[in-house]
């Protein structure tokens, strides 16, 4: 019904349970649901308040997604350790991790005194080269084999940007394929995702539609799809480059297998196109190397963000081959006329290099990943039991400190469903299995990403058994 996948990286299974999981779904009892609400509108009244006054001046009254709590967003105030605080003085455990950055902890002492320093004797920002610039891109490039030279910028959408244009000044060929369903940032181009692309869709609303004619999406793990996509595309450009999430869609909920990647190298040296990671959620999470690590492949241009910043904003990055790397302007200049220009004011800012710094010497010095590995496995294990006990149908797995707790499977509902009426009912039923989900576990006292994606950092671990009883008490709710 709900058995522990231990190997993330088995889609089949992944894929079986899902269907399973879509067609016995079970949900939270109505009368939980009101009761949480209840619990919010009580415990959460000042964060209500603040969620009304911030729609006057904020549209939709938040900055972004990870904030769109059920039924109203939680306004916090401070995070340290493993806990989140709000304004109304309730504590959260942080299975949050603001998306995933927060690797060892919210504040964490080497990090925070490493940033205060900085704050101190330099100040945050000059808008010039920093010696920092150089000692960070060092670190990166000491950890990823495939790449030799690193540009950083603002953020995994600005680095994803430049990493699709990088691929086609290289290569001289123009289609961009990717996966269906990943996700990329929010540019034009990327946000494309193949059927969805008519323009009552929220995604794509205020795009022109000539902006997606280079951008092509295929169904995740079919390599005989993916070579037809390229092939179908050699007398009319070619294809540039094959752009994935290193894990799968949505940090690896809809997971990608290790011969997939394998084999999407050989396709893409076989027909003379790069091979672009996208690890802004999983580079120096899942190791010290990343996804890359793992399987064993060499992507000709990485994309990092996240955890490169050490919880600091401002964090991206992309880095790969000497001799594609070495095709981007040194900043906008008229003497590089056969150069990609790439700007960003703030990119390389010394006060974000230098947390990064802080926090991956720490990630390494400390072990951290060897003991989030664990810990993982002893959580997961343990919530698969659960679910087992409340006959509650889940897909459960982990990319190491990413882990799956999917009650809904809301993204997989495309791959056996066609667009139309089930398949719309379906969405909205897995989405409002999520929601409920959050909002019950959050009125608890747990924070998770809206959905089954959840985090965790090197703090979070020593609260573990906390985190089980919360998610006794809201499993034990179902029907």
Known sequence: MSKYIENPFDYEAVHAQAGYVIQNRKHLKRSAVERYKKVYDEKCRLSKEEAERAKACIPGGIQHNLANNYPF????????GPYLYDIDGNRYIDFLCAGGPIILGNNYPAVRDATVDMLREKGPVTGLYSVKEREFSELICKYYPSVEMVRMMGSGTEADIIAIRLARAYTGKKHIIRILGGYHGWSDQLVYNGGTAAEDNGMCRGIPGDCYQYTHAVPVNDLE???HEILKHQKDGGAAAF??????????????????HREAEKLCRK?????????????????MGGAQAIYGTKPDITVFGKIIGGGLPAAGALGGRREIMDLLAAGINAAAEKKVKVGGTLSANHLTACAGLA????????QVHEKLSGAADYFMREISAM????????ILFNHQSILHIDLGGLQ???????????????VMDAYMNMVELSMALAAEGLIVAVGGK???????????DDALEIYDKVLGQYE
């Open 454 to 464: 959840t985090y965790l950092s090197l703090d979070t671990t020593k609260v573990l």
């Open 73 to 80: 967003s939680i306004a916090m105030d401070r995070a340290e």
């Open 271 to 287: 027909y003379g196109m790069l091979l672009v990671y996208d690890e802004v959620v999983t580079g120096f999470r899942l190791g």
């Open 359 to 366: 926090a991956i010497r720490a990630l390494e010095a400390e």
């Open 243 to 260: 752009i994935m999430e290193a894990v799968g869609q949505d940090s690896g909920i809809v997971p990608t297998t290790i011969e997939y």
């Open 412 to 426: 997989h509902i495309p791959y056996f469903y066609k667009d139309g009426p089930k398949m719309k009912a379906q």
């Open 387 to 394: 679910t087992e006990k409340y006959e509650i149908p889940a």
């Open 225 to 227: 799809i993916l070579e």
